[in-house]
């Protein structure tokens, strides 16, 4: 037995050391230091002649059939007020509405799309859950077990009402940003 044990302790050494030979053997000794190819990179961008054009809004032409661009209002003056209406339109203490841009209207839309497909996710979830639960407490002989599951099926049944709720609300608020974007004159492109 114990030669046994000999033998296989000098296969598994004769292995480890053929695995680090060959680790050892396969070490990359020519490989590229950072400075090395920091100093590349910098060869190479000295060699651009000429730098590459960045292009603003103001380089392209102005859009054609889109809404027209309002001026912005101007505060109507009242005789109490002036020195307030001054102040809030410096940015004192009034908190800034947020520009009303693309990203805006983009960025709305989008969020209220996204929380609507969580809401359905989770009832659609919820209604797997109701259903597995209703079936779990018909086939119970437990009276026990039976009313826990109920119980359960009970606060999800609760919680799918909320969920449903919820969905429509989110529905709401879609065709409600839609609607103030629609009177607002944002043209269609900007709610993708």
Known sequence: MSAL?????????ATVLIFAGVVISGARPAAQ???????KEEDRRGAIRVPAKVYTNKDLPPASGGAPVAAPATPEKSPDGDAAKAKTAKGGDAAKEPVKDRAYWSGALKSLQQQLERDQ???????SRINALTADAVNRDDPIQRSRLEQDRQKAV???????????????????????????????????
């Open 158 to 192: 609760a919680e799918l009402g909320r969920l449903t709720t919820a969905v429509a609300d989110d529905q709401k608020a879609i065709a409600a940003l839609l609607e103030e974007a629609r009177t607002s004159g944002v043209p269609p492109a900007w709610l993708r």
């Open 5 to 13: 044990i000999t033998c296989r302790f000098r296969a598994l050494a």
């Open 33 to 39: 230091s950072l400075g090395d190819v920091a100093k």
């Open 121 to 127: 996710g989770y009832a659609t979830a919820l209604q």
